[in-house]
Nanobody, 125 residues
Framework: QVHLVESGGGLVQTGGSLRLSCAAS???????MAWFRQAPGKERDFVAG????????AYADSVKGRFTISRDNVKSTLYLQMNSLKPEDTAVYYC???????????????????WGQGTQVTVSS
């Protein structure tokens, strides 16, 4: 498994921006990566995903045009740039490492075998 540590969460006003980072260590970073989030009282949901080469990305409809996923394979770090934040974006955000370099179903948690501890993002209205 890959050891993942998220950072960059915090409190921001509606319309603001945050950049989340996920540092990976341990086994190879050569796999697809994704961000999920879990709001209070709700299930964990897919937010964005990126293949190992960054040639393929995917986004949940709710964040398209506002969030951008990227990665630096030299630094073994995954990023999520979040702009135009809304109160409904409030959640704990998790990064996840997939089993392989590509993912067939980004939303399926079974595609991932390593998870970070999460970072809290709170958007005030």
């Amino acid at each position: 498994q890959v050891h993942l540590v998220e950072s960059g969460g915090g409190l921001v006003q509606t319309g603001g921006s945050l950049r989340l980072s996920c540092a990976a260590s341990g086994r190879t970073f050569s796999r697809a990566m994704a961000w999920f989030r879990q709001a209070p009282g709700k299930e964990r949901d897919f937010v964005a995903g990126i293949s190992y080469t960054a040639g393929s990305t995917a986004y949940a409809d709710s964040v398209k045009g506002r969030f951008t996923i990227s990665r630096d394979n030299v630094k073994s770090t995954l990023y999520l740039q979040m702009n135009s934040l809304k109160p409904e974006d409030t959640a704990v955000y998790y990064c996840a490492a997939a089993n392989y370099i590509r993912v067939q179903n980004w939303k399926e948690e079974g595609e991932y075998n390593s998870w970070g501890q999460g970072t809290q993002v709170t958007v005030s209205s």
